[in-house]
């Protein structure tokens, strides 16, 4: 509560132009809502088609908070291990094909015909290009639900009560 006041601060000194947050769960939103005054802009959660929160997406919109989906394209499905990467998900693909682009740029779109905000992030200059060129094709409704049943409703990141600063604190050495 006291770094959302201190961001508060910011906003009303015009130092920022939006504050948001990150990993918040409703029970957070909720207290966050009650204790202070500033609706967040954004909440960035992670959303991928493999995991898309949707009662969390819910209460967003009930309270104009834009959903941020972090790991957009299920990188976490592949980089963590252990499991079925989204890129290969024969759904996607097929949608892919049907499009002439690849199950990154499909997932892209279905981010963004929903209304949500997309940080998807990759080291390479050719992919970052693919993932900016989602401009010129529409899924279909049905596509669109397609993707929306893969859903598992399995997490891949951390839960908020396991982030601890035993267990994820960094010293800012300039701080
Ligand atoms: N708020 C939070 O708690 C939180 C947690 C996790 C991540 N994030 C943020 O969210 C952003 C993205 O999340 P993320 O990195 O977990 O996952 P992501 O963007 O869904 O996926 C990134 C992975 O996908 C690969 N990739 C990127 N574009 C691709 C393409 N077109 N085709 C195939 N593979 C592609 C990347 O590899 P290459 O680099 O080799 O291309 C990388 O391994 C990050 O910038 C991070 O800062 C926030």
């Not at 005054?37 to 960035?44: D, L, R, S, W």
């Not at 279909?140 to 604190?169: C, K």
Request: some cysteine.
């Amino acid at each position: 509560m006291a770094a959302y006041r201190a961001l508060e601060k910011l906003l009303a000194d015009g130092k920022v132009r939006a504050i948001g947050v990150s990993n918040f769960m409703p029970e957070h939103l909720d207290r966050l809502l009650g204790e202070t005054t500033v609706v967040p802009a954004v909440n960035q959660i992670e959303v991928h088609p493999f995991f898309q929160q949707t009662a969390l997406q819910r209460k967003h919109h009930e309270h104009g908070i834009v959903t941020q989906a972090w790991s957009p394209i299920g990188g976490i499905t592949a980089y963590r291990g252990g499991g079925k990467r989204s890129f290969d998900d024969p759904t996607l693909q097929d949608i892919a094909r049907m499009h002439g682009k690849s199950a990154a740029q499909v997932m892209l779109c279905w981010h963004l015909q929903q209304g949500r905000s997309a940080v998807p992030k990759s080291t390479k200059p050719a992919r970052i290009a693919e993932n900016f060129n989602v401009f010129d094709f529409e899924l279909t409704p049905g596509q669109i639900a397609a993707i929306d049943a893969l859903d598992t409703g399995v997490r891949r990141g951390p839960v908020a009560e396991s982030i601890t600063l035993e267990t994820h604190s960094m010293p800012i050495p300039e701080a």
